[in-house]
């Protein structure tokens, strides 16, 4: 890069990486607004585009630790199937039983279990990786046939509904947390930003390291909480249609006032994918075990002549991503409202391709968490935007495929280009 | 004569049918460095990393200042200030000098967290004394070059107050003014009164660094000389011919 806006990206130490993406994002974004007639970029599609990509970019954030360290999980997608379609099981047929139908609860108990049993299962599976020594391709891909079966087997081919109404909640299509709450947060996040930026450069001044001028500081900042309240604002533009509203005052025997308007606010999958991005980048960043993940991608030998316990670790690393995929089938199947036996179906290969055209290196020890979820978005906007513009379906999965290679090949070369290899 | 440092007794490891340490037997005094020397296969590595504790011996006593050891991990070989460098550096090339510096052993906050300021600088204050040449602190160590990713693996050893440094080959990648920096640090470190095990190829620059060699051959010891009382001929004769020409003569 060359001249004043490469000296400016250098000076805020912005990730041109992370530019690309917002660019890619962007640039999508204004095509699809323009073939649609400007339906894409309205606080109503973008309010269901970060529902849709909710799951997928959950998951998405724990591929990026299986990848860095050098495996390949393809057995997520069945995972998310089998753990949702237990969870619905459970909801529905087992726990008002006992704690009574309707009682708060049984979604705490449900998404407590469906963790568990992610976890668990991911831990086998990265046992029989670490310990055993089996290739994480194919045990893998043996348990993406043996949970879709499982999946099957639970449900006999049914679909579980309706799923538990606080449950629901979750996936966020009737979860939001309203205007007030929205813009709360939206505070409390700026001013965490600010304050972290600011501890930041105090350390670093306190160890006398060279620190960013200060105009670069105030205009890292602003970006920052320019865009934290600009999706905050967008999701709280997003207007609940009138007719539901009439019909909820209808139904309390009240009367609508005149003029009486409602926004959605931040859905709850949003929020429990903004909690999962901030604690996997802290895990990634700031723990031992991110440290150790990232020392293993980039030479198994040396960490484990660190003392790193490279077993133990990868089993850790495939018990997080069953966590994280029993996450992502709590926000599916509420989304939803029911569990169906082929819920996540190929949900891997959207989710290896958003950690994969979020920067991570298929050779390990490269990858970060906010890239994930914007490829992650970068997909859904590319494949709800043919959607609208009515490409049809093969022609879609062809597109995405093609979007994938090149994404790759664009990463090659930016790497040959930066020796960042 | 006064207890060894280190005491590698009767030492016999092997994998399947092959012997590749059979009952060999070395030490090290405190402010000495020991060579040690053999063909590729000899088994100086294999010998090494079971005191680095990446391997496990099958017969066998390790002593510390006279006292019996066990060491079954790097993590135990670290606990008695066993440090080593290893011929392939094992430095993670996609961390900075402090991540790899600290891999393992990491300076947490308060909250557990990894403190990569108070990490970054203590990898300057230990570099400004083995490298003062040293500013890439934030650059993945693949970028740097051999000397540099050098310095980072010694400093990482010297670092955690290593009393037993292992140096397998730690020139074998170096050009030659990095070569000289790397033989000033040996020389400073024995005289802080480390005990040093140097593996090499170059026989003189075994002569030139260390007080004793041992050569090994076929898994086997064939002898432990100070460096003074034999000719680099005599040596060569053991690493090629297996024999010792003053045990013979």
């Known amino acids: 890069m060359s001249g004043g806006l490469g000296n400016l990206i250098k000076t805020l130490q912005i990730d041109t990486r992370l530019l690309g993406m917002i660019g890619a994002f962007i640039v999508i974004s204004l095509v699809f607004h323009v073939a649609t007639g400007g339906t894409f970029l309205t606080p109503r599609n973008l309010f269901t585009l970060t529902l849709q990509t909710a799951s997928v970019a959950v998951m998405a954030t724990g591929m990026v630790f299986v990848i860095v360290t050098r495996n390949i999980d393809l057995s997520i997608g069945s995972l998310l199937g089998i753990v949702g379609m237990l969870m619905g099981v459970i909801q529905v047929q087992i726990l008002p039983d006992i704690v009574g139908f309707g009682s708060p609860s049984i979604w705490i108990i449900t998404v407590t279990i469906g963790i568990l049993l992610g976890a668990a299962i991911g831990a086998f599976q990265g046992w029989l990786i670490g310990y055993l020594v089996i290739p994480s391709f194919i045990v893998t891909l043996g348990g993406l046939l043996i949970w879709r079966g499982g999946a099957w087997w639970v449900s006999k081919g049914t679909t579980i509904s309706p799923l538990d109404p606080n449950f629901v909640m979750l996936g966020g299509a009737s979860g939001t947390i309203g205007v007030t709450a929205s813009w709360a947060l939206a505070i409390v996040g700026s001013v965490l930003t600010i304050l972290f930026l600011i501890n930041t450069r105090r350390k670093h001044v306190s160890h006398n390291f060279a620190v960013k001028p200060l105009w670069a500081e105030y205009a890292l900042g602003a970006i920052l909480v320019s865009a934290i309240c600009g999706i905050t604002a967008v999701l709280n533009a997003y207007l609940v249609p009138t007719r539901i509203l009439e019909r909820r005052f209808a139904a309390e025997g009240l009367e609508m006032p005149e003029g009486y308007t409602e926004a959605y606010g931040f859905p709850i999958s949003v929020l429990i994918v903004l909690f999962v991005t901030i604690a996997m980048t802290i895990v990634a960043k700031k723990t031992r075990f991110g440290r150790y993940i990232f020392a293993m991608g980039g030479n198994p030998d040396a960490a484990e002549l660190s003392g790193i316990n490279t077993r133990m670790l990868t089993v850790k690393v495939f018990a997080l991503m069953g966590a994280l995929t029993a996450i992502a089938a709590v926000i599916a199947s509420a989304r939803l409202g029911s569990a169906g036996s082929s819920l996540g179906e190929l949900d891997e290969l959207r989710v290896i391709a958003a950690a994969v055209i979020g920067g991570t290196a298929l050779a390990g020890g490269v990858g970060t968490i906010y890239g994930a979820i914007l490829g992650a978005l970068i997909m859904q906007a590319l494949v709800s935007g043919m959607g609208m513009v009515g490409v049809d379906s093969p022609l879609q999965n062809m597109i995405v495929g093609g979007v994938l290679i090149i994404a790759v090949w664009i990463d090659i070369i930016y790497r040959r280009k930066t020796g960042d290899a | 004569?006064?207890?060894?440092?280190?005491?590698?007794?009767?030492?016999?490891?092997?994998?399947?049918?092959?012997?590749?340490?059979?009952?060999?037997?070395?030490?090290?005094?405190?402010?000495?460095?020991?060579?040690?020397?053999?063909?590729?296969?000899?088994?100086?590595?294999?010998?090494?990393?079971?005191?680095?504790?990446?391997y496990k011996k099958d017969a066998g006593e390790i002593y510390v200042d006279g006292k019996k050891v066990e060491i079954n991990s790097p993590i135990d070989a670290r606990a008695h200030n066993i440090e080593t460098i290893y011929q392939t550096l094992a430095l993670s090339d996609n961390l900075d000098a402090a991540s790899n510096l600290f891999l393992g052993r990491e300076i947490t906050t308060k909250f557990g967290l990894v403190d990569d300021t108070a990490m970054e600088a203590e990898s300057r204050k230990i570099m400004a004394r083995l490298n003062p040449n040293f500013q890439r602190f934030s650059e993945p160590v693949r970028s740097l070059s051999g000397g540099q990713r050098q310095s980072v693996a010694i400093a990482r050893a010297v670092y955690f107050n290593a009393r037993i440094l292992i140096m397998d080959e730690p020139t074998a990648a170096l050009g030659v003014h990095e070569t000289a920096m790397v033989a000033d640090l040996i020389k400073e470190l024995k005289a802080q009164g480390l005990g040093i095990f140097l593996i090499s190829h170059d026989t003189r620059e075994m002569m030139d660094l260390c007080d004793r060699v041992s050569v090994m051959k076929n898994g086997q010891l064939?002898?432990?000389?100070?460096?003074?009382?034999?000719?680099?001929?005599?040596?060569?004769?053991m690493i090629i011919m297996g024999k010792n020409p003053k045990k013979a003569a």
């Open chain 2, 222 to 237: 064939i002898g432990t000389e100070k460096v003074e009382d034999v000719t680099e001929d005599d040596i060569l004769s």
């Open chain 2, 1 to 54: 004569m006064s207890t060894p440092l280190l005491e590698m007794r009767n030492i016999s490891i092997h994998f399947g049918g092959i012997k590749a340490v059979d009952d060999v037997s070395i030490d090290v005094m405190p402010g000495e460095v020991v060579g040690l020397l053999g063909h590729n296969g000899a088994g100086k590595s294999t010998l090494i990393k079971i005191l680095s504790g990446a």
